[in-house]
């Protein structure tokens, strides 16, 4: 009876402790949301977001970006998660948002399984406690981004196959599969888990027919998971393209002459990235005139896989200086962006200031490796899987959402870590745990390195303001998009990529201030000569003007500019037509 009363009134200790870590994470994510919501880009889709969301559109039967006979560019987990919440609840971006709140409290409780199942209830706890708090994560789930839903579903797959190996559960192994196989569809690069999973269940005591059968149902379950994806691409791409077609571009993206070790689209002739579909039919038409022939969606991945590999035998000393810097920034408490940035984040919602960055968890996680890396069954597994998943950050390149997928496998081990360097200094004091303090100091200078500029910040911070300018201006909210916009330029200087200029210069244009508009676009051009919307702006103003001869300038320097230049050479055609019918006086 007393051993009855014991586990109760500790599992009722357990539940509270749950309960107030679930709610911590609740109310952090309603803070945040609260304040996200008073930007224009909490209902408004840009980039990504709205990429994400017209393919779960299509995915549905209705417009969208991703046309039938098309495989999948990008990953395709959020598509397929947005949809089923449409379907359900109807078209509103807001309710993902919202729905990811509720995520967001059960993944703490996913992070308390794992790390409990690694070690004890004092791993789980915090483990739980440090997704709860963990910003990055926080942020990332505010958006219409894989993140919120492929972390979970990471945490849930090694839960369950630590579970299904040390309690013997043998049901476990095929949900472990599904699981990881969910996550994949939305981070390819989470494959590099299915060798560690496999050598760690082959390499464990007992028989080999077990441990066959056990890898069978795992298999199956991946197979399942992966379902969507492959079954989708390949009735329509005519080709076996497993998750998505984005592999070798991105390849190219982090190994070119041009690459900075973060999200950056090489400056070439004929790369349009100003939309998604622009883009993708850009990497199309380059790659199909380089081989002389038609691609398929996976050919063209190869062409631009092999770019990126000209890259390194033709400049082997240059590629390793950006792999060692890649390995700095994968490992650097700075967040690189793709979407917003998660420091014009901190900028808007105060309470991501207060919230624990990668810099402060990932030395931990090295004293884990050190502490427990050997003895703790599974430790070996996370910490080879974390491992080889930065590896592939360093192989491609980094960027905060897909860095934070590392999460269920760093942070129970970085709880290990904690209670390994407590129970150092209660067993050895300071004598026996200054190694332990070393490690951690040496860890954490490492992840405070000065890799980002203030400039990049301030340019960062800039690109964000931009954004929220170009949304009240396209709701017709002129003034206020101004203010956003000369925000923007005021932060960024004479950054060549900010859109800002040619942006506040279309706001000027609606005013009917075309000589200030002008300046915007000259000053646009000179900072980015490959600018092509600048030019475009010049070319309309140039003819309504009547200066046709400048508009004609202007289309043939951007018929240089694009890959495929058939709209420019239209444009060329028919103001010589107009010329002729009406010729310039001033010539």
Same mark, same amino acid.
């Given at each position: 009876m007393n051993h009855y009363a014991e586990t109760t009134d500790r599992r009722l200790r357990e539940f509270w402790i749950l309960l107030m870590v679930c709610v911590a994470a609740l109310t952090i994510r309603l803070v945040f949301l609260a304040d996200w919501a008073t930007t224009p880009l909490f209902h408004v889709l840009l980039g990504d977001e709205q990429n994400f969301h017209q393919t779960a559109l299509s995915l549905l039967g209705q417009a969208g970006d991703q046309t039938p006979g098309e495989v999948f560019l990008y990953q395709p987990l959020y598509s397929f998660y947005l949809a089923l919440v449409y379907a359900i609840f109807g078209e509103d971006a807001g309710l993902p948002r919202t729905l990811q709140l509720l995520v967001g409290m059960g993944t703490c409780l996913l992070f308390y399984g794992l790390g409990r199942e690694l070690h004890n209830r004092w791993t789980g706890r915090l483990a739980a406690v440090m997704v709860a708090l963990y910003g990055p994560l926080v942020f990332l789930e505010g958006q219409l981004l894989a993140p919120g839903i492929t972390v979970p579903l990471i945490a849930g797959a090694l839960w369950s196959l630590l579970a299904a190996v040390k309690r013997a559960r043998t049901w476990l192994f095929p949900i /472990? $599969?599904?699981?990881?196989?969910? /996550?994949?569809?939305?981070? #390819?690069?989470l494959a590099v888990l299915l060798p560690v999973a496999g050598v760690w269940l082959l390499t464990r005591p007992g028989s080999f027919k077990l441990k066959a059968a056990s890898l069978g149902l795992a298999f199956a379950g991946l197979v399942v998971g992966l379902s969507p994806a492959w079954i989708h691409n390949a009735m329509r791409g005519g080709d076996f393209v497993l998750v998505s077609a984005s592999g070798g571009h991105s390849f190219y993206i982090g190994n070119n002459p041009q690459a900075t070790g973060a999200f950056h689209v090489a400056s070439i002739r004929g790369i349009d990235d100003s939309n998604h579909r622009a883009y993708r039919r850009s990497l199309t038409f380059l790659a199909e005139r380089a081989e002389g022939k038609k691609l398929s969606p996976a050919e063209v991945s190869s062409f631009w896989f092999r770019r990126g590999l000209e890259y390194w035998r033709e400049d082997p000393a240059g590629a390793l200086r950006l792999t060692g810097k890649k390995l700095l920034l994968a490992l650097n408490t700075e967040e690189l962006a793709i979407h917003h940035p998660y420091v014009f984040g901190k900028e808007l919602a105060p309470v991501l200031r207060f919230l624990v960055p990668f810099g402060v968890v990932f030395p931990f996680f090295v004293l884990g490796v050190w502490f427990g890396g050997r003895r703790r069954e599974g430790a070996g597994m996370l910490t080879w899987c974390a491992a080889l998943y930065l590896a592939t950050l360093v192989f491609y390149y980094v960027a905060d959402r897909y860095r934070v997928v590392v999460l269920p496998m760093i942070l129970p081990m970085a709880a290990l870590g904690m209670l390994g360097l407590k129970d150092r200094f209660q067993k050895r004091g300071w004598r026996g745990a200054w190694p332990a303090m070393a490690v951690l100091a040496v860890t954490f200078a490492v992840t405070q390195l000065p890799m980002?500029? $203030? /400039? %990049?910040?301030? @340019?960062?911070?800039a690109r964000g303001y931009n954004r929220m300018g170009k949304v009240e201006g396209d709701r017709g909210k002129l003034a206020q998009a101004e203010i956003y916009f000369r925000h923007a330029i005021r932060l960024a200087g004479n950054d060549p990529n900010l859109q800002a200029r040619t942006n506040l210069g279309l706001v000027l244009e609606y005013? $009917?201030? &075309? +000589?200030?508009? +002008?300046?915007l %676009? *000259? +000053? &646009?051009?000179? *900072?980015? #000569? =490959? =600018? @092509? =919307?600048a030019r475009i702006r010049l070319a309309r103003l140039a003819e309504r003007s009547g200066d046709l001869t400048g508009a004609i300038r202007w289309w043939e320097e951007l018929f240089k500019l694009q890959a495929n230049p058939e709209s420019a050479r239209r444009e060329i055609s028919r103001l010589r037509a107009l010329q002729e019918r009406n010729p310039d006086p001033r010539l």
């Open positions: /472990a $599969g599904l699981l990881i196989g969910l /996550a994949i569809m939305g981070r #390819p690069n980002l500029s $203030g /400039a %990049y910040r301030a @340019r960062a911070v005013r $009917g201030d &075309t +000589q200030g508009a +002008q300046r %676009y *000259l +000053q &646009t051009v000179e *900072l980015d #000569p =490959n =600018n @092509r =919307n």
